[in-house]
């Protein structure tokens, strides 16, 4: 065998070639440019809306977040009903979706079903986050609405004494699109509780089965107490998405500025104004809609902090 | 718990050239310091074998030897290493300390790129400009893997066995030429068939290579090493365990008279 | 504590339990309906809104869908969507093209050089961001370009779909670099490759094929996205003959003629709607397959 081609044995070690060290060091800047961009973005997006939004800050102030109305003619301008109808829109869309996508979630990560079939099942809840947000407002309007025709006037006519029924069903407005709202953020509490709820450790439910209690008090008294936090968290993400979401509410909501607490009627979001609006929409009434769109940021930033928050918590704790 | 400096001096191995020496080496990760006044030189074209209980830094010690451990944050260290007499921790770039000083992993970890693209991978990255081909049959025949894989180079470096994969690290650790070849526990994870085909695998690269080697098995240092390193860890005041040189000699003599009581209770296997 | 008292208490808790199950197992029953249905209820959706898509859309599918412009108001069954196809294509592309390399880089800089706090925080916003409402994203590229270039354009659409894109790009690709070994790293540092020729030829050639698959999900995502392309590139009833123009998207004209009372335009918006659907399931379905071959 020859030895010929053998290093340099003994001899001092040179310096590293300039290009390699030069490779290193700008590649090593260039990720590191581009992973503080990405934070940038997110101030960027928050910096960009907030000056857009000056003139209609300074002129309306504070007050235009309980101010009611929306008038271009007359450039007054109100966010309280859009901001409003995000909140009840989305609270709705989660007192539906809570019961609803923790109970999939424990029907899927307990062994109900043979494996296969909840995989099976677990991708089609997952599926139900892939459709795009304009099919689901393109069923609303031709098979949600009509549907829930009978269901409106039935609430209406016999239980019109409760203001939350107290108009008529038009169609567009509050109830289909906080439907909407709940099967597309159905499958983000359902995935998230359920990741919590599979990665509890064995032992837990062993521990608590051990002792003699059945599968549903283990549930209740064990496995969900644990997993609460990481439940909560994927609630919340859940939440940041419903307050944002646009275009299935804007094609549901019925678009009406007007104030009003029955779930019958038309209401608007924040989002779906922005999204009827922008487009036509003359200098201040951009001043004010970027005002509205900064509420908008503010309010899912805030949740979606608080999410973040918990779910790395819950991580670090596993 | 006084035995510590006096004990650790090294029998001065003159007979051959030094490759690879520390000197009151102290490593520490945060403020754990994991091993302490560690001197030794290591001999060219010998097998050195270190053995030692678990966390007793053995991986540590032999990760300083090319620089490894800069990946590791909370690592530094006090005292020197030295390579032909060169600090390889003074002005020497990491990089090219690894050019000259590979390294063998315990855990077998191929590319997942075929086995031509893992031996070929240290002579593009270099840039070294001889014939490709050429040196992968070299650095296979010389890991005794290319009767095995010669018909299927473009397989992807993952599918092989345990035990192929291991001498495919060899051989990529070797095809770029180094002074010396680090492995810390390359058996431990084989079946003893593939372990002893490494053995004299080992063996026949000392020939050319300056060999370290990690092992928790004494049969295997007996068989294999010339000399032998026996590390020992230890509480220090603060409740941790931070590991030294207990002995290192010829092993023959580590094995039939070492010097220290510790080395005789540990290779006999009553260590406690 | 002493033996009995032990004793005593975990007799309690036993009873405590033996409580609770009283009810010869109807307790159990009852929650396990409950579970079960509701799993029902929530798939109910999927289903219903599949069959729509498909029962009104497919029928619609022409040739002519594919090669012809929308068709004005009156027109039945004629025309198609060939220019929203080609434009959200072409904007899907520009964020492609816009997030990738952006993603890529940042999620190399968090899995591979960052240490100490800093990838944490950045971490952190990127979740943030993806937390974001899409439409906000419209808003923002509003300000920052239509406003500034004057005009709405398919450059600008295609960066809102960017802006959307880079933070799952950023998350799988992080994630995908993590699940290669760090085994793998050391075997090419050990051999004194660079940090630039170790991440450049082994780590992100490990990690492709999961990368790939985050890719084509975020893509795919952006290609049924609506809400930024509303006021960055608008609508455009003509053929696409400059970036800086206008320009029409398949989830535009659904959005579009789903609300108009014509009949011929609402059948060509099921038409697009089965398009974007299938392209969303097409792409989640192919992933899921494909993660399953994956080298680590
Ligand atoms: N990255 C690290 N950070 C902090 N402490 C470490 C790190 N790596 C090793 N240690 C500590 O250093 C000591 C020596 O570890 P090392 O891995 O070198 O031991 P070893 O002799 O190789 O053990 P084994 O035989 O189990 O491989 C141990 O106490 C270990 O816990
Ligand atoms: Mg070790």
């Known amino acids: 065998m020859t030895s010929s081609t053998s290093g340099p044995k003994g001899k001092p070690i040179e310096a590293r070639s300039q290009r390699s060290q030069w490779s290193d060091r700008s590649f090593t800047w260039l990720t590191r440019l581009m992973a503080f961009g990405v934070a940038a973005v997110l101030v960027f997006i928050g910096v960009q809306v907030a000056i857009d939004a000056m003139p209609a800050i300074r002129r309306y102030g504070l007050e235009f977040l309980v101010t009611s109305s929306w008038n271009p003619v007359d450039d007054a301008y109100g966010a309280l009903p859009v901001i409003y109808g995000t909140l009840v829109s989305s609270f709705i869309a989660l007192l539906l979706a809570v019961p609803i996508g923790v109970g999939t979630a424990l029907f899927l990560s307990e062994d109900f079903l043979p494996r296969p079939v909840r995989t099976v099942l677990s991708f089609m809840v997952e599926m139900l986050a892939a459709i795009p947000s304009v099919v689901y407002g393109i069923w609303g309007i031709f098979v949600l609405i009509p549907f829930l025709g009978p269901i409106g006037d039935w609430l209406h006519q016999n239980l019109g004494w409760i203001p939350l029924f107290g108009t008529a069903y038009l169609g567009p407005g509050m109830l289909p699109a906080a439907l909407v709202l709940t099967v597309m953020i159905l499958p983000i509490i359902t995935a998230i509780a359920r990741d919590s709820l599979i990665s509890l450790p064995p032992a837990l439910r062993q521990a608590a089965l051990g002792m003699g209690a059945t599968r549903w008090t283990a549930i209740f008294r064990v496995l969900i107490p644990a997993a609460f936090s990481g439940i909560v968290g994927g609630i919340m993400l859940a939440l940041g998405r419903a307050m944002g979401e646009t275009m299935a509410v804007t094609m549901l909501i019925g678009n009406s500025n007007d104030l009003n607490i029955s779930i019958l009627a038309p209401a608007n979001t924040v989002a779906s104004l922005l999204a009827n609006q922008f487009a036509e929409a003359g200098d201040l009434q951009i001043a004010a809609l970027m005002y509205a769109g900064l509420v908008l940021f503010g309010l899912t930033l805030v949740v979606n902090i608080l999410a973040e928050m918990i779910v790395q918590r819950v991580n670090v704790y596993k | 718990m006084e035995h510590t400096a006096q004990h650790t001096d090294v029998p001065a191995l003159r007979d051959t050239e030094t490759v690879i020496a520390t000197e009151q080496l102290n490593v520490y990760y945060g403020d754990f310091l994991a091993l302490r006044n560690v001197n030794m030189a290591i001999p060219e074209r010998k097998v050195t074998a270190l053995i030692g209980p678990s966390g007793c830094g053995k991986s540590t010690l032999i990760r300083c030897f090319n620089r490894l451990n800069d990946l590791i944050d909370s690592f530094h260290l006090d005292g020197r290493v030295t390579y032909y007499g060169q600090d390889l921790y003074q002005d020497v770039d990491a990089v090219q300390v690894r050019r000259r000083i590979g390294m063998v992993f315990q855990q077998p970890n191929p590319f997942p790129k075929s086995i031509y693209d893992n031996i070929a991978f240290g002579a593009r990255a270099t840039g070294l400009t001889t014939d490709l081909d050429e040196l992968v049959e070299r650095s296979l025949k010389r890991s005794a893997l290319w009767e095995e894989v010669k018909d299927k180079l473009k397989t992807n470096g993952l599918s092989l066995s345990g035990g192929q994969q291991q001498r495919l690290c060899i051989a990529r650790a070797i095809s770029t030429e180094p002074d010396v070849v680090l492995m810390d526990e390359p058996c431990s994870s084989l079946d003893p068939l593939s372990t002893l085909k490494i053995e004299s695998l080992i063996r026949e690269l000392a020939e050319e290579y300056t060999i370290i080697i990690v092992t928790h098995n004494m049969q295997q240092a007996a068989r294999m090493a010339d000399y032998t390193a026996f590390f020992n860890a230890e509480a220090t005041e603060d409740g941790k365990r931070s590991g030294y040189l207990v002995e290192f000699a010829p092993t023959r003599k580590i094995f039939d008279q070492p010097a220290q009581e510790a080395t005789r209770n540990y290779v006999n296997g009553q260590f406690g | ?296």
Request: a positive charge; hydrophobic letters at 55%.
């Open chain 3, 1 to 296: 504590m002493t033996a009995t008292d032990y004793r005593t208490r975990a007799d309690r808790a036993r009873r405590a339990i033996a409580d609770q199950t009283s009810g010869p197992g109807y307790f159990d029953l009852f929650w396990t309906g409950v579970a079960g249905f509701f799993t029902l209820l929530a798939l109910i959706p999927l289903v219903l809104v599949l069959a729509y898509v498909v029962f009104r859309g497919f029928s619609r599918l022409n040739w002519a869908a594919f090669t012809q412009l929308p068709p004005p108001p009156l027109a039945p069954d004629q025309g198609g969507f060939a220019n929203a196809l080609i434009g959200t294509l072409i904007m899907v592309g520009i964020g492609a093209l816009v997030s990738v390399p952006f993603g890529v880089l940042a999620a190399v800089y968090l899995s591979e050089f960052s240490q100490g706090q800093v990838p944490r925080w950045i971490r952190f916003a990127t979740n943030v961001l993806s937390g974001v409402p899409s439409i906000l994203m419209g808003v923002f590229i509003y300000g920052l370009f239509v406003i500034t270039t004057g005009t709405y354009s398919a450059v600008a659409g295609g960066f809102a779909l960017g802006v959307l894109m880079l933070p799952i790009i950023v998350r799988t690709t992080d994630e995908s670099l993590q699940i290669v070994p760090k085994q793998v790293r050391w075997a090419a540092i050990g051999m004194g490759a660079s940090k630039f020729q170790t991440v450049l030829r082994v780590v992100l050639p490990a990690a492709l094929p999961a990368i790939a698959t985050g890719l084509t999900l975020a893509v795919a995502r952006a290609a049924g996205e609506t809400a930024p392309l509303l006021f960055t590139a608008l609508f455009s009833q003509y053929w696409l003959d400059s970036l800086l123009q206008p320009t029409a998207s398949l989830s535009v004209l659904v959005y579009n003629f789903a609300r108009v009372p014509y009949e011929g335009q609402q059948r060509l918006a099921w038409a697009a709607a089965l398009i974007l659907v299938g392209i969303v399931m097409l792409t989640s379905i192919l992933s899921r397959w494909a993660t399953r071959k994956q080298i680590y």
